[in-house]
């Protein structure tokens, strides 16, 4: 299979939609306080990479889902895969929210090597460039031009935004490649170290408080946008969901034998 660009089709979207929604039988990652259970972020990853025809790294590698780019090549098209529970966010701030890392050791380590012990205005700007080179640097280990196999310029964000009242979800698509931070307007608020562009706060770092370094890109900077959808209901032939379905889909000969021994 040869892979097809950046955009994402109709089909894949449809594709990811219908895995996603086989997690509500019990079998994903968030508790469902009126049904089942609903997809987590590793249930996302694992959708994309089979929309795809990917392998999902299950790592935590930069890029979560690795894409060939045809059958006969060993390089890849990266995807970095994101959910969060923001989509009424979007809708009310038109920004997206793309949790970068979270590697609170890491962001420390690089920024004490530079005499940075805590972050203050005066050492703000330096900071901010610090932690965006760490992650550019993270990119470019595993890109064709270090000996990696992933084409960098071609890799993505795909990040799944979602709202649990109305139990819409909607994709966002954008570049892996961050902001310069040298274009960005770098200070402190609170105990957050914040980088601004002309149109508002772009990046945002948690160093104090979980270490999460926060991207907000504008909707209408997106490559690409979904429209909203909902999960597909499950079939409702069956009472069996889950791990119990699985079972006797994969073993329907040795289950019934286990059903049936004293």
């Known amino acids: 299979m040869k892979f097809r660009g950046s955009k994402i089709t109709r ?43 990917g392998k999902s790294q299950e790592s935590k590698a930069i890029y979560d889902v690795l894409v060939p780019i045809s059958s006969k090549s060993k390089q890849c098209v990266g995807i970095s895969c994101k ?4 989509l009424s966010s979007v809708q009310k701030t038109k920004r997206v929210t793309i949790e970068v890392s979270n590697s609170a050791g890491k962001f420390w380590k690089a920024l004490k090597a530079e005499g940075i012990e805590d972050y203050g205005n005066k050492n703000a ?12 640097s993270w990119h470019k280990e595993v890109s064709i031009s270090s000996g990696g196999n992933v084409r960098t310029q071609e890799s993505f964000f795909l990040v799944l935004q979602w709202d649990e009242k109305t139990e819409k979800y909607q994709i966002f698509q954008y570049p892996a490649q961050i902001p310069d931070a ?39 900077q997106a490559v690409w946008v979904s429209g909203l959808f909902r999960l597909e209901p499950l079939p409702k032939k069956s009472e069996n969901y889950g791990l119990l379905q699985k079972v006797m889909d994969y073993y329907p000969t040795l289950w019934k034998k286990a059903n049936n021994t004293l």
């Open 11 to 53: 089909g894949q979207l449809e594709k990811i939609r219908l895995v996603l929604s086989t997690y509500q039988d019990g079998t994903g990652q968030l508790a469902n306080r009126d049904k089942g259970t609903l997809p987590g972020w590793r249930d996302f990853e694992r959708a994309v990479a089979i929309a795809f025809n």
């Open 182 to 220: 040298k274009t960005l307007s770098w200070s402190v608020k609170g105990r957050h170290l914040i980088g601004k562009d002309k149109r508002g706060v772009l990046i945002e770092w948690y160093g104090h408080s979980g270490g999460q370094l926060k991207y907000y890109p504008l909707v209408k």
């Open 83 to 86: 959910m969060r529970k923001t």
């Open 125 to 136: 700007a330096k900071a901010g460039e610090i932690l965006l080179s760490l992650v550019e």
